[in-house]
């Protein structure tokens, strides 16, 4: 299992600024994912983040607006860059248990962002 | 990565056993069929996972035809505490984990 943490919790933000958020998971791990969750939306994967390498995005999102860290195996940013109201959601970091063929997702409790 | 389809909301009073249907048709051979729980401002949690006939643990079980097309959830005697959403996936393993609309459960006392 894994123990993700991901900070800040929720935070307001002025449109036009960027937030950086962390995910800091307790056991070292190969990819790390990004998601995106709209309110009364399902999860949609925003990006890859592999250590020593680019992100991979998935179509719709782009490096510019979220850029993402990865600098070692147990820690990732992703920063929301120039932030409008259409950026408001949950944004949650997810790690695989990569010691199992049949895939175990964990995920942490999620930022709450509210661009105003 | 093969896609799902569940219904949107289902609503069930407290005691009674609920069973989430999730259709996968394209489910390829190595896919496991795995079912995620998400209560409102927290991440999805894993519940279960099986790739053929029954699998049952502390929470549910999970019900996989023949042909695994399909897949039943079964949660026993729910309670309101079981209000979530719940996600059905399918996936080969060491792959990013791609979420379907998933099923809105309401508890009814």
């Known amino acids: 299992s894994a123990v993700i943490s991901q900070k800040p919790s929720r935070d307001i933000c002025q449109r036009g600024t960027s937030l950086t958020i962390q995910c800091q998971v307790d056991s070292q791990v190969t990819m790390m994912f990004w998601y995106r969750q709209q309110p009364g939306q399902s999860l949609t994967l925003i990006a890859t983040a592999n250590q020593g390498s680019e992100a991979t995005y998935e179509s719709g999102f782009v490096i510019d607006k979220f850029p993402i860290s990865r600098p070692n195996l147990t820690f990732s940013t992703l920063t929301v860059s120039n932030m409008s109201p259409e950026d408001s959601s949950i944004y949650l970091c997810?790690?695989?248990?990569?010691?199992?063929?049949?895939?175990?997702?964990?995920f942490g409790q999620g930022t709450r962002l509210t661009v105003v | 990565l093969a896609k799902t389809t569940q219904p949107i909301s289902m609503d069930s009073y407290e005691g009674q056993e609920v069973n989430i249907t999730c259709s996968h048709n394209?489910?390829?051979?190595?896919?496991?069929i795995t079912w995620y729980q998400q209560f409102p401002s927290q991440g999805p949690r894993f519940i279960i996972q099986g790739y053929k006939t029954k699998v049952t643990n502390e929470v549910a079980s999970l019900f996989i035809p023949a042909d695994r097309k399909s897949s039943t959830l079964s949660l026993p005697r729910v309670s309101l505490s079981d209000t979530a959403v719940y996600y059905c996936l399918v996936d080969g393993g060491y792959q990013k984990v791609t979420f379907g609309t998933g099923t809105k459960l309401q508890v009814i006392p």
């Open positions: 394209n489910i390829a051979t190595n896919d496991y």
């Open positions: 997810s790690v695989e248990d990569e010691g199992r063929v049949n895939t175990e997702a964990f």
